[in-house]
């Protein structure tokens, strides 16, 4: 019994000692979580606090303490809301916790003991005990001081961002103002060019056209002279006025290229052709090496082109004393957009020294102090090819020997096409049946008027002027014209807006060529636009002018009866000094009568140069005089140069005076020289005319 009793007592010490484990553990296992959340609350980098009903604070963590500066034993005890820089703002916040239970995100600052603040969000909840009885609040004061500070700079950065936006578009606007101002300007400038270059080109393009007129008609050997002088200064002037305006145009960034199938070769040939009585005169030969591999139409800028050659064969030109210039143009390479073209302009003249190649390229720059006293010249045609060049995406430059020659060269590339060329200054080949061709002159100035009607009269066309388009439409209503020629800029209705009269209401297809005095900005899409054929400049070349006609008019001659046409391909030979423009035109394209007339000439002529290479040295000036005086109708009809003929003129007159004997002799040997060479050009048309009609 003792036994049991002993063993219950044990059982209920077990008991005991059980309940008391448990007891143990669980105390353990709270004070853990304990430990566990404060660890939790003292990692939290927000400061966190506990506040009694009375508003003491009950606890806190490590960041309430570091936002204080405070010891947890001097914050124990003390009012929360001392430690914020609005205390009555806190004790309200404070308040409202009681009285909602809670409060979220509530702005105050805490404030550190030695001054520092603390930004933050005061959220707070208030904590029950069991019975729900509140014992105090938990606040979360969220630390949002790098927010703030992050928000305050990105405040500064909006307010900095809004402010360069501000001057930013103020910049803008006066930017604005300012290239409004200057395009204004350049707009007036190129206005003012614009004008001038019509002001001042349409009285010379008058000028020269008399003058040329005039050194048609019969005059004495002085007189001819004197209006040999006046057109060289015409020429001089116009180049000067057009190159002055070309680099005015490069400057103000208005120079426009264009982008039109073009021949190549036959655009160099007739460039070439310009050179032809310069050349001769100073005995020089000029050689073309043209690649037969460059494709026949090429997409560019031909106007251009023409003039970069120009210019550089120009010069050639006027630097040479004897010898060659060879003109070259080299297929580069080529794929299957675009072709890559060398151009060379070699000659035998007085070379560049070496320090000045480069200066050569600047606005008005000469080799030499000298060179403008000795060749004439500004300097300015260099530094336009070189824009030119440029501009077009090329380079050009310059090899030179001094006394030895110097060679220019430049690369352009050239978009390849299937198109055909149009608008270009071909010549065409001539027409058998030109009967009463009838031409309507649509120009506002009388000068120009005059102009036309002389030179249409000369080549035997009917010829009615309109002085603008309303006029002309009026006159082709009532009235059939074969062909019209239109000036561009005219009152009332331009050129542009009677050839789109003509084309869509009159639905007129009336050959219509564009007149231009500023080729170099003619609006060449423009005329094509409206239905204009083709186009010439002023001041007009007349062969180029008849041939452009006959060649919109009628039919072409056919292809085997005459070939005029230079043989250009891989070939270097002299320029022809013969053209049969005017036979042709004279004898209405009759092969007969054509070989009749060049066989008369080829049998005369032979006999002439004898007689008078002889006469001259005989001194025996009545034989002179009548030999020469025999040749002279013949230039004219073989269609050798003008120049010659003045020549012969001169010759003729010495014969008869003896005065003024001045290089004479050079004369007469050039003269010889010329009509040898026009000998053997005119056999080999003879035959050629004679195979193609047997
Ligand atoms: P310009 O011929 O009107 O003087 P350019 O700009 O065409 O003006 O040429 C500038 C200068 O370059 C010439 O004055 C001359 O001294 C030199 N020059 C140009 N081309 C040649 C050349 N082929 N041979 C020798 N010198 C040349």
Known sequence: MALIKESDDLIIARKALVFQKAETEKLAAELRIANYARSLIEASLDPLVTISTKGKITDMNEAFVNSTGMTRKKLIGTHFFD??????????????????????????????????????????????????????VVVVARDITDQKCNATKLNEAIVFAELATGIAEEAKRKAESATGIAEDAVKAKQQFLSNMSHEIRTPMNAIIGFTKVMLKTDLSAKQKEYLTAIKMSGDALIVLINDILDLAKVDAGKMIFEEIPFKMALSLSAMLHLFETKIREKNIVLVKEYDKKIPEVLVGDPVRLH?????????????TAEGTITVSVRLLNEDEKKATIEFAVKDTGIGIPENKTGDIFKN????SSGTSRLYGGTGLGLAIV?????????????????DKGSTFSFTL???????????????????????????????????NQLLMKT???????????????????????????????????MPEMNGFEATDYIRRIMHSEIP??????????????KCKVVGMNDYIAKPVDERLLYSKIIGLVKKPFPANAIAIEENTHNESKKLKCTDLDYLIHRTKSNPTLMMEMIALYLEQTPPLIKAMN??????????????????IPSFAIMGISIDFENMAKKVQEYASTQKQGDGIHDLVQQLGNICTQACCELEEEFKRIKSANP
């Open 83 to 136: 430690y914020f820089t609005e205390p009555q703002k806190a004790r309200e916040v404070y308040q409202e916790v009681f009285a909602q239970g809670s409060v979220a995100d509530s702005p105050l600052t805490l404030r550190h003991k030695k001054g520092k603040l603390t930004d933050v969000l005061f959220n707070g909840s208030v904590y029950k005990d069991d019975k729900a009885n509140v014992l105090g």
């Open 307 to 319: 003039q970069i050659i120009l210019n550089l064969v120009s010069n050639a030109v006027k630097f």
């Open 364 to 367: 008005f720059q000469q080799a």
């Open 386 to 402: 070189k824009q030119l060049v440029e501009s077009q995406g090329g380079n050009i430059h310059v090899t030179s020997k001094l």
């Open 413 to 447: 590339s050239f978009q390849k096409t299937n198109a055909k060329a149009e608008m270009e200054a071909e010549i065409a080949e001539l027409d058998a049946e030109i009967k009463d061709m009838k031409v309507l002159v649509v120009e506002d100035i009388a000068l």
């Open 455 to 489: 030179l249409l009269d000369d080549f035997g066309f009917e010829c009615d002027i309109a002085a603008n388009g309303k006029i002309a439409v009026e006159k082709i209503h009532s009235k059939s014209y074969d062909i019209i020629l239109m000036d561009l800029q």
């Open 512 to 525: 219509i060529i564009a007149l231009t005095a500023d080729v170099t900005t003619v609006d060449l899409e």
């Open 614 to 631: 002889k006469s001259f040295q005989s001194k025996d000036w009545n034989s002179l005089y009548s030999a020469v005086h025999k040749m």
